[in-house]
């Protein structure tokens, strides 16, 4: 390891801190571990729990008999207007829902961080240009949007992801690029520049990792953001007709009536499945936030 | 040029976006739109030419473009084939819906979140503010959609005594307009219940956490050391500085609202834009999905211009320096 000239100079630039230093931090922050028990469990569920308990959430039910059933040994969580059984379509639906989440904000975070940093570092006529875009797409209302292109491209899973990753990252362009300019005009920047580092290089070795974590602690809060949307965009009838995601689970409960036939076991489970999800995310990114700003940590 | 005026350009240039990036998506990308519009694809060629030429489809994009344009300015959206009606008639309608219900919550969201995020925040750091916290991410972690289903199932079917569905009562006969009005406040408090149940942890968490930001500044330890009553610092001082990032994340705070409100709409049939572009995406009314999409969007342009402009008068610095 060379030398941090910013150390040097004495300069607020904290150095970024391990991945592994990071998740103590958040282990120690009482939310942030509330999160994370949260999202490790809604994980195991999701990768595991169709292999444990291998019921075919597709499988409809013999006769009328078997339809809107309440929680019964053969079926723990009832069945719904088909007679299908509710907890596998529940497993089901969360890998859908987390696997549909995970991608648009991988998505999502590309180009954000992408158009953050190239806006921030080169500034200029680019930099204009690109904040113009992003400051469009910040204000136009997502879910109208989202809603216009998934009734007219289609319903498929690929679409959705798409659609989704597509219009969340206006957020994160802004966050990372005020972040970029802030640090270009450090010392130890200016002084990479000066000694002859080329573009590539400063971006990779001094803007890059300094902006990593608040990219961490953002993405985190953009996954919750996504699987939110892709619920509510399945909820609106959207969703792929043959991946059953917690949010298309609560279209079918919806439309076929089950709340006003009291069905609860029908339309509890995959909410509740959502809101832990989204909060366990919510939880870990507001606890990265309090680990990269400390004034906002309590007890002071 | 007075940054006002460049703002108000800003906004009108993004309205010229919004209303070309509209006309590409409907009329260029999924093919012929004329497809989209007649949603049949057995029609005579006297039929095809007829309809072409009532939808301005007949000219080149150019052409079409500018008939697109031209309808626009002069307020027509276009014909709704599944509700045999003018689209800007069936659109007006629905807005002023819409306006009733997003201004009843906004005005419950914005005064008790900031009532509450000004609670915990000048409390930072004792059992009460992290409760409070805590309880806000779990509100602003539930679906929208999800809260309104199980407000329906309480006061529909469990408990009853509230309207679930509509904006007043199928078949009612009403003595005066009082009766209307007491109806159709009725039908508001469900939807409106909900919308501020999930957005209202969103004001109380901006506020919160902006207040906290502000008492840690110098000038409030300062005001702190002149023995200031505690309410005076709080609020004389603390609040007003934190209130400037609050207008800020408003401009998020619109884009949920409208997310929000259409979910609302749907589970509670309320009859608004949200309402409207469900039903014209299940009826794949492609003129109607149009306009609301346009309406909705520039709705909220125009909104967000206006959180901008009260944010100008409220904080001088960013006039001066910008």
């Given amino acids: 390891m060379t030398l941090d000239p910013a150390a040097l100079e004495g300069e607020a630039v904290l150095p970024p801190t391990s991945s592994k230093g990071s998740l103590r931090l958040l282990w120690e922050d009482r939310m942030g571990r509330v999160g994370l028990i949260l999202l490790v469990v809604t994980t195991i569920a999701a990768v595991l729990g169709p292999m444990v308990f291998p019921f075919d959430p597709a499988a409809v039910g013999a006769d009328s008999s078997t339809i809107l059933q309440p929680p019964s040994a053969g079926h723990w969580l009832g069945t719904d207007e088909l007679g299908r059984d509710v907890f596998a379509q529940f497993l089901a639906g969360a890998r859908i829902s987390l696997f549909v989440g995970l991608m648009a904000t991988l998505i999502s975070t590309v180009i954000g961080a992408g158009i953050g940093i190239a806006s921030g570092y080169f500034m200029g006529p680019l930099d204009v240009g690109l904040m113009a875009v992003t400051d469009f797409f910040l204000v136009v209302p997502a879910l109208p949007l989202m809603i216009a292109l998934g009734a007219i491209f289609g319903q498929n899973l690929l679409i959705i992801i798409l659609v989704i990753g597509l219009l969340s990252w206006p957020r994160t362009a802004r966050i990372v690029r005020s972040q970029t300019l802030s640090l270009r005009n450090r010392q130890f920047v200016q002084r990479a520049r000066s000694l002859g580092s080329t573009n590539i290089r400063i971006l990779r070795r001094n803007i890059t990792p300094h902006v990593g974590q608040l990219i961490v602690a953002n993405t985190i809060l953009v996954v919750a953001g996504c699987i939110l949307a892709e619920a509510t965009l399945a909820f609106i009838g959207l969703g792929d007709p043959d991946r059953i995601s917690w949010g298309s689970s609560l279209h079918f409960a919806f439309v076929s009536g089950a709340i006003g036939r009291g069905a609860w076991w029908y339309f509890l489970p995959a909410g509740l499945g959502i809101l832990v999800v989204v909060l366990g995310f919510t939880l870990v990114g507001h606890a990265f936030e309090r680990i990269d700003n400390p004034r906002l940590r309590g007890g002071s | ?322």
């Fill in chain 2, 1 to 322: 040029m007075s940054p006002l005026l460049r703002r108000f350009l800003i906004l009108l240039a993004s309205i010229f976006a919004i209303v070309t990036f509209n006309f590409f998506l409907f009329h260029v990308i999924p093919g012929d739109p004329l497809r989209l519009i007649a949603r049949s694809q057995h029609l005579t060629p006297e039929a095809v030419a007829h309809l072409r030429q009532v939808y301005g489809l007949d000219g080149s994009l150019l052409e079409q473009y500018v008939v697109y344009l031209n309808n626009l300015l002069h307020g027509d959206l276009g014909y709704s084939f599944s509700l045999q009606e003018n689209v800007s008639d069936i659109v007006g309608r629905a807005l002023v819906n819409t306006l009733l219900l997003l201004t009843c919550s906004t005005i419950i969201v914005v005064v008790v979140g900031i009532a509450i995020g000004v609670f915990a925040g000048s409390r930072h750091g004792k059992k009460s503010d992290s409760t409070t916290v805590v309880t806000s991410l779990v509100f602003w972690s539930l679906p929208t959609f999800w809260v309104g289903m199980l407000l329906v199932f309480i006061f529909g079917v469990w408990i009853g005594g509230l309207p679930i569905s509509g904006i007043t009562t199928p078949n009612a006969v009403y003595p005066n307009v009082f009766g209307v009005a007491s109806d159709v406040a009725r039908h508001l408090i469900l939807p409106t219940l909900t919308l501020a149940l999930v957005d209202i942890a969103f004001f109380i968490i901006i506020t919160r956490t902006s207040l906290v930001e502000v008492m840690g500044e110098d000038y409030m330890l300062t005001a702190r050391g002149k023995g200031l009553p505690r309410r005076r610092l709080v609020w004389g001082h603390g609040v007003r500085n934190a209130l400037l990032p609050v207008v800020t994340a408003s401009v998020l705070y619109i884009s949920a609202l409208v997310a929000g409100a259409i979910q609302v709409e749907v589970v509670f049939s309320w009859p608004g834009m949200g309402l409207l572009t469900y039903n014209s995406v299940l009826s794949r009314d492609y003129p109607v999905l149009e306009a609301c999409f346009l309406v909705i969007s520039v709705a909220v342009l125009v909104a967000n211009f206006c959180a901008d402009v009260v944010y100008r008068r409220l904080d001088p610095r960013v006039t001066v320096t910008s």
